[in-house]
């Protein structure tokens, strides 16, 4: 007899694909890792997936559904191995995709180096037409054009074609015509809207969209029906999920049509996992940090919800500059990347200063530790002579750290010059890294009107809850969690999430002057779109619930806010309560009001989503029992030295269990650091909470 | 978490009270820009955050500035000090001037400082500039003849007084401008950054222990200054010349005259034999030739330090009294970014001389190329826009000039949708000039045309400030000279670069950004690049040649 029980998420990311298997009437859940292939990540994951249903004696049958994070899209843009691309352009427009927003994102260097257009020069065509600011045709669209336009592409061979009009998100006629035309002309080929893809202002970002979607479009194609293809052929009849940028699920057909939604899928399942962790332990307001081998991320949760923004920047020539990379207007979660992690190197400069990152060891030559060739003192290198790792369970005790080298590398490539000895050189390391990640957090959240020491900091990642303490203490954060299961945080997100779709339209105006009449057609439209999607992925209709939202400024100024809506239908006797909802979210951003200037409106949102039905997951590696002290060693912390710290296996650990700090807690993927004057506890879902006592 | 108790400062704590001190100016920078109301502050940065010490040393800016304020504010606040004496300035206090001479070299740019107290005691200042939407006078402009038509000038005065607005002054800003709601909100901005620099730098200090900033900036200042001095001392010591010839108004040409002079680790920029103020609005007040001086020196000799107070100890700069470069009160200097962005380039044409692969060719939109446009909508609403393109960046040794990229100034164009909606104004084109850019081993960035119709039933009122038509942007070690910068109308009517004009209904700006120079023998042009060229279309020895394309098919 056959069941249908049984989830599976998987994240594809650079280095692991990391699985979970949901049990669906236990709750229990069991991970999978496996090594990304990258000539073909669907093998590795077929192949994990089998390893997973096989250890756990499952069948493919007994799969109802699989969840699926991919950075394949994100990859193709960076590397630039997307289709060749044809983009058509009002006339005297088609420089616009390579002319850009005219900055310079590196005020200093006189050599940096600006992204490479996705469209090349000879494959960006226009025609003649022109709508004007208001919708109105200024020229109409000229046909012939169009064809003449069509018949270089051809000749160019191209795989896929992105059509961005000037103002085309006021008034898609003439993108539509062409796209009628281009089906009849180049038959087979995808086209991508501006209009469709992403309706809103800023002929640059949305032509950037536009052209990013068709880029990626036959790959992605390409990649999922081999997918389908293998799942089916090896049994499976579910349904497949993938996860989008901004947090919801789509089905297989949609992904195909809209890839460019799905650039940020790997981190945004993180902040859906975040999201159900703060449900879980009752911590509305969160900040979740997830330190890696060379990168951090950090994610605002407010009310259990991350943040979102409507604009995210693609493949970076600089990866930590904001700036140099391809600006997109899609809908993702809000997260910031910082150049900080464990495989992050350290280094003296010129004036004698201590910098660390964000050049990274990577994974090789990898820390000086590993021994596998690297020279340069890393993060991960401080924390062992910190005490904080151990150098006989690194990864379980898989790879065997070597403390001398480290010693060695630290004290002739940092304490020497500084002038210090070994220990406080490494604990300068330590120092700095949680440094820049804490002015890059309190950057962010003052962005957002908030205060980090009214947050709770949720640690994964292998190195997260290293130093979540360090990070805590500099943030005024007095409240650490640990979730199990933190080397695959984004894989249990896939499993939590819901699906969502978001959709968007320009609509200027002052708010006093709003067309109401518009505002709902527009709503109305966007309903239709959205439901249509939802119901595509199995949703019942009466299940769907709309959030609206409008991004609104004070009439002059460049920076919207948004604005969630009042229910029912809108028109002028919401109008007071609208400007007030947004004048309060300004408010909480910056600290004061401004008076007699209007609001205005520029984009109306919505998002489409239903109830999430989440279970409470019960861990394979949690609560194993017997003696969770495994010993004791020295580890430093700061005005300290080195004192001595209790070190404890976690899997072992008891709900209930409470410890004092300092202390040391140990599991496969990471190790969790408790300083001084900190009470730790472990929760009824083996949550590790740790509480700072005082911050000195 | 006490930073002093390592007792002393040494290059890990420093580190951390450094960016500390940054992050507090780029959160000041973040909040002035999400709460400004005028696109050239919010769009195109056109501002700068500075903290300093209780001597007004500074010890920290915010990082992505303009460089048009290097080191700018801590010579105002000194001025500011010597207009009204420290006693008299309390907590809360905001004191404004937007005296070209004490602030940023032109009457838009608003400079203010507070000092910040912690415990009654004065532990430092936070100073900021701000580009203002408007200043009275005349609309921003090249030509006027007197000073006094420039706009309204605010000598040193409290806009603040302990915290609370000082309603005269406010009054007084509000009668002399054309947009004063704008004016005074961008002004509140400005209020804004300096509560969040004060909140922070008390925090700063109570949290790392030090009484005030001074006790850490000697520290921040040495660091800086090694670094700045060590790079100088690897240069050959020597004098190096150039002149760069700028068209100036009308017929009278100007000059400026570079030499610089290195001496161990001493650098002096000296402009003697420069051109003598003239009677437009084109003379750079020192502060702002400082500026332009400096800046391009940090980007040869020390890109990646923060700067404070000892960035330029080793760095002397003389422009003689009475110059373009130095000219005297009350010289007319609205439109000084025509001179005072020349100087990068000057400087540029000494250092390649000596260090030939550190350096740029000069670029199209050095200086800028800027149209204002300014009336009313057929609705009766004023508008008031600048459009801010680029030109091509200079090609360098290591590779072709960018493409429609500022340099040495950092603004950026913004949308031309959103540009439409601001202003009866259509964008007919906008693309790059093939066949241009400076020829050489590394070609100059290519310029861009942009035109324009005026689609209003009403004429518009236009500013140009535009140079390099007549000495477009000078290749360097043997590339050419880039295409320079054409301004006309579809009319015929001639337009003169440096003034004030009325456009007609129907109308049709043309714009032609010029380009870069480029760098290095042009036969030594690598294959793929030559092939790259005319793949894209960038060179034209295919069949496409640059042509008015907008008119066809219309």
């Not at chain 2, 020390?302 to 373009?324: C, M």
Request: charged share 20%.
């Amino acid at each position: 007899m056959k069941n249908n029980d049984f989830r599976i998420g998987i994240d594809v990311g650079g280095t692991f694909t990391d699985l979970v298997l949901v049990d669906g009437r236990t709750n229990r859940a069991s991970f999978g890792k496996e090594l990304t292939s990258h000539d073909d990540p669907s093998r590795s994951m077929l192949q994990g997936l089998q390893r997973l249903l096989d250890a756990n004696g499952i069948a493919w049958t007994d799969v109802g559904n699989i969840v699926h994070a991919t950075t394949l899209v994100t990859n193709a843009i960076i590397e630039r191995k997307g289709a060749k691309v044809g983009l058509i352009t009002t006339r005297g427009f088609r420089d616009v995709l390579e002319i850009g927003n005219e900055t310079r994102y590196e005020l200093y260097d006189l050599f940096f180096e600006k992204p490479a257009p996705l469209v090349s020069r000879q494959l960006r065509q226009e025609v003649s037409e022109r709508i004007g600011v208001n919708g109105d045709v200024i020229t109409p669209l000229d046909e012939d054009d169009v064809a003449a336009a069509t018949e270089v592409l051809r000749e160019y061979g191209v795989e896929a074609v992105a059509v961005c009009l000037m103002h085309g998100y006021r008034n898609p006629s003439h993108e539509k015509r062409i796209a009628a035309q281009l089906r009849d002309l180049l038959p087979g080929v995808p086209v991508t809207l501006s209009s469709d893809i992403a309706p809103v202002i800023r002929e640059y970002e949305r032509a950037n969209t536009a052209s990013g979607n068709a880029y990626v479009q036959p790959v992605v194609e390409q990649y999922l029906t081999e997918l389908e293809t293998g799942l089916s052929h090896r049994g499976f009849d579910g349904a497949v999920h993938l996860m989008l940028s901004a947090g919801g699920l789509t089905t297989l057909g949609t992904a195909k049509k809209q890839p460019i939604h799905l650039i940020e899928s790997g981190p945004a399942a993180g902040a859906i996992a975040a999201g159900y962790f703060s449900r879980l332990t009752d911590t509305p307001n969160l900040i979740s940090f997830d330190m890696g081998g060379t990168t951090a991320k950090m994610c605002l949760l407010r009310d259990g919800e991350p943040e979102r923004s409507s604009e995210f920047e693609a493949a970076r020539v600089q990866r930590f500059k904001k700036g140099s990379g391809l600006p997109l207007k899609v809908p993702v979660i809000d997260l910031i990347e910082i150049g900080a992690g464990g495989g992050s190197i350290a280094r003296v400069d010129g004036m004698g200063l201590l910098k660390v990152g964000p050049e990274s060891a990577s994974s090789t030559p990898g820390p000086v530790c590993y021994n596998r060739g690297g020279t340069e003192p890393t993060v991960t290198d401080s924390d062992l002579v910190l005490g904080y790792l151990s150098p006989d369970y690194f990864l379980g005790g898989e790879l065997k750290l070597d403390l001398a080298a480290v010693h060695q590398a630290i004290g002739d490539r940092l304490a020497a010059p500084l002038g210090m000895d070994v220990s406080s050189a490494a604990a300068g390391v330590h120092r700095i890294v949680n440094e820049t990640m804490a002015s890059a957090t309190r950057m962010y959240l003052t962005e957002r009107g908030e205060d980090p020491s009214r947050y709770t900091l949720l640690a994964f990642g292998g190195a997260g809850p290293v130093h979540a303490y360090g990070l805590a203490k500099s943030l005024g954060i007095a409240k650490i969690v640990v979730p199990p299961g933190a080397g695959v945080m984004s894989a249990l997100g896939l499993l939590t999430a819901a699906p969502a779709c978001d959709v968007a339209r320009s609509y200027i105006s002052d708010l006093s002057a709003v067309d109401w009449n518009i505002v709902n057609r527009l709503f109305a439209d966007m309903e239709g779109e959205a439901s249509a999607l939802l119901v595509a992925a199995g949703v019942s209709k009466e299940e769907i619930v709309l959030t609206r939202s409008a991004d609104m400024r004070f009439i002059g100024q460049g920076f919207e806010i948004p604005t969630v809506l009042p229910e029912g239908k809108l028109g002028p006797d919401l109008l007071a309560d609208i400007e007030a909802r947004f004048i309060h979210d300004y408010a909480v951003r910056f600290g004061r009001r401004v008076d007699g200037v209007g609001v205005e409106a520029l984009t109306w949102r919505l998002t489409a989503s239903i109830p999430r039905r989440e279970a409470q997951l019960a861990f394979a590696t949690s609560g194993q029992g017997g003696d969770a002290r495994k010993g004791q060693r020295r580890a430093y912390f700061e005005g300290k030295g080195f004192i001595d710290c209790a070190v404890f296996e976690r899997s072992k650990l008891a709900a209930g269990a409470t410890i004092a700090g300092p202390a040391i807690i140990e599991e496969r993927e990471s190790t969790i650091v408790a300083g001084p004057n900190t009470f730790i506890s472990v929760d009824g879902h083996f949550n590790v909470v740790i509480e700072i006592r005082e911050t000195e | 978490m006490s930073l002093t108790s390592n007792s002393a400062i040494n290059g890990v704590n420093l580190e951390i009270l450094w960016s500390r001190l940054i992050s507090i100016a780029d959160e000041a920078a973040t909040a002035l820009r999400r709460t400004a109301f005028s696109t050239i502050v919010r769009e195109s940065n056109d501002f700068g955050v500075t903290i300093l010490d209780e001597n007004a040393a500074a010890v920290a800016e915010n990082t992505i500035g303009v460089p048009a304020f290097l080191g700018v504010l801590p010579r105002a606040v000194k001025s500011l000090l010597q207009e009204i004496p420290i006693d008299e300035w309390e907590e809360g206090d905001c004191i404004v001037t937007n005296d070209p001479w004490m602030g940023a070299g032109h009457l838009p740019d608003l400079v203010m400082a507070s000092p910040i107290f912690l415990q009654g005691q004065l532990v430092g200042f936070s100073a900021t500039v701000a580009h203002l939407p408007d200043i009275g006078g005349v609309i921003f402009s090249a030509d006027c003849r007197d000073f006094f038509e420039e706009g309204t000038r605010i000598l040193p005065t409290k806009f603040m007084a302990a915290g609370n607005e000082n309603p005269e002054v406010a009054r007084f800003i509000r009668g002399n401008v054309r947009l004063p709601d704008m004016v005074l909100r961008d002004i509140y901005a400005q209020v804004t950054a300096h509560r969040v620099v004060a909140q922070g730098v008390q925090k700063f200090l109570g949290k790392s222990g030090f009484s005030k900033l001074s006790s850490i900036s000697q520290a921040l200042h040495q660091r800086a200054e090694m670094a700045m001095r060590a790079a100088i001392a690897k240069m050959p010591d020597g004098e190096y010349r150039s002149v760069v010839t700028a068209d100036g108004y009308d017929d009278k040409q100007t000059e400026i005259h570079c030499c610089v002079r290195i001496e161990g680790s001493n650098l002096t920029v000296d402009y003697t034999g420069t051109s003598p103020q003239i009677d437009r609005g084109l003379n750079s007040v020192f502060n702002y030739t400082y500026a332009y001086t400096v800046y391009p020196l940090k980007c040869v000799l020390d890109p990646v330090t923060p700067h404070n107070d000892g960035s330029y100890r080793s760095v002397t700069v003389n422009a003689p009294l009475g110059s373009i470069l130095n000219p005297h009160f009350p010289a007319p200097c609205n439109a000084r970014q025509l001179t005072g962005q020349l100087l990068a380039g000057a400087i540029y044409k000494c250092l390649a001389q000596i260090v030939p692969d550190r350096i740029v060719a000069e670029s199209g939109t050095a200086p800028t190329l800027r149209a204002v446009f300014n009336g009313a909508d057929d609705s009766g609403k004023r508008f008031s826009q600048m459009l801010m393109c680029s030109g091509g960046m200079g090609a360098s040794a290591h590779r072709d000039g960018h493409a429609c990229t500022p340099f040495p100034t950092n603004t950026g164009s913004g949308s031309i949708e959103a540009f439409e909606g601001l202003a009866p104004l259509l964008v007919r084109r906008k693309e790059l000039v093939c066949g241009s850019g400076g020829e050489g081993k590394h070609r100059g960035g290519l310029g861009q045309e942009v035109e324009i119709e005026v689609i209003g039933s009403a004429p518009v009122n236009m500013s140009l400030m535009a140079d390099r038509i007549v000495n477009p942007a000078e290749g360097l070690q043997g590339g050419g000279t880039g295409q320079p910068v054409r301004v006309s109308l579809a009319s015929g009517r001639t337009l003169h670069p440096k003034a004030r004009t009325t456009l007609l209904p129907g109308d049709r700006l043309t714009l032609r950004y010029g380009d870069g120079g480029g760098f290095g023998n042009p036969a030594e042009r690598s294959e793929g690049n030559i092939r790259s060229d005319i793949k894209n279309g960038y060179a034209t020895t295919n069949r496409m040649q640059p042509r008015d394309r907008s008119d066809e098919k219309r």
